[in-house]
């Protein structure tokens, strides 16, 4: 049975880029987990869910991990979770930047949230 759900659709999309297309989804090594639950209790988006049955996090809904969101694995006691394989981490998160253009993207998102971003208004 698959225990992976659908995509929340508020996570479909990173800065204009299907979320589906983008190769960034945690991957836990189960002979380093210990069944903690900090990654599933933890992630905001989703991410994991716990088998109580076996006592180890699960990936259920990889595509909802923020991109370049690293919280998990720094939180994680056992260094179980990872992104990357050849690359380092950083380096994987970057070459995403590069390849889906974000930083052009980012540019137009940053001016039409000038009134809510705007670090210097009278609020």
Not at 27 to 39: A, F, L, T, Y
Not at 72 to 83: E, R, S, V, Y
Request: hydrophobic content about 30%; overall charge positive; some cysteine.
């Amino acid at each position: 049975m698959n225990k992976q759900q659908k995509q929340d659709p508020k996570f479909t999309k990173f800065h204009g880029i299907d979320r589906d297309k983008i190769d960034w989804r945690p991957v836990i090594d189960e002979s380093k987990c210990i069944g903690c639950g900090m990654c599933a209790t933890t992630c905001g988006r989703g991410v994991y869910k716990f088998d109580y049955e076996n006592r180890k996090s699960k990936v259920a809904n990889p595509t909802n991990c923020m991109v370049a969101c690293q919280t998990c694995a720094n939180l994680c006691p056992m260094k179980a979770i990872t992104f990357a394989e050849n690359d380092s981490t950083r380096e994987k998160a970057q070459k995403i930047i590069k390849e889906y253009n974000i930083l052009s993207k980012i540019k137009v998102e940053l001016e039409s949230k000038k009134d809510e971003l705007n670090f210097n208004s009278n609020e």
